[in-house]
């Protein structure tokens, strides 16, 4: 089993997502991470999605996306073909301000981004583990919410969708 990350560039039709994610559920696949977003091109939409799973499958998995209607292409990436970051939020309450949490805001190079009278949102960009790290620290200081984004990724060899359109 590896990582994937699987790019699908698709117009913005409703239903898309489903007819997306209903791939996954028939075969068994649990989705990892999803982000969706506009692309650079107007009218196309690039969805991302992190998977776990073996070659074969993730083959598999890019032949069906491609095939639906609505679909202009599906590309898929191992890790270490990828850029890629996630942001996470953690809301922390303002009787937690302590010294100890500038010091670990500090050497996880995380924000404040909101500063509230009961609470304070702390913000990290940063790969899957490394916000994941932060959180087991921030545990120390009472963590309220946390929320963490799914990848967002650019391919690093240069295949565009240009041509596919």
Not at 109 to 114: C, H, K, P
Request: glycine share 4%; no cysteine; hydrophobic share 40%.
């Amino acid at each position: 089993m590896k990582r994937y990350t699987i790019s699908v560039f698709t117009e913005n039709f409703i239903g898309i997502l489903s007819r997306i994610t209903m791939i996954f559920t028939r075969r068994g696949i649990n989705i990892d991470g999803f982000t969706a977003s506009e692309s650079r091109e107007e009218g196309i939409y690039r969805i991302t999605i992190e998977v776990t799973t073996s070659e074969e499958q993730i083959i598999q998995l890019t032949k069906q996306i491609d095939k639906i209607i609505d679909v202009i292409k599906a590309f898929y990436y191992v890790d270490d073909q990828m850029v890629f970051q996630e942001i996470a939020l953690y809301k922390i309450p303002s009787d937690s301000l302590e010294p100890g949490l500038e010091k670990v805001i500090r050497q996880y190079n995380a924000r404040i981004i909101s500063a509230e009278r009961d609470f304070v949102v702390v913000e990290l960009t940063g790969h899957k583990e490394d916000t994941q790290q932060l959180l087991e620290v921030l545990k120390d200081f009472n963590v309220l919410e946390f929320v963490r984004s799914g990848r967002v990724a650019v391919a690093k060899p240069m295949e565009t969708i240009d041509k596919y359109l």
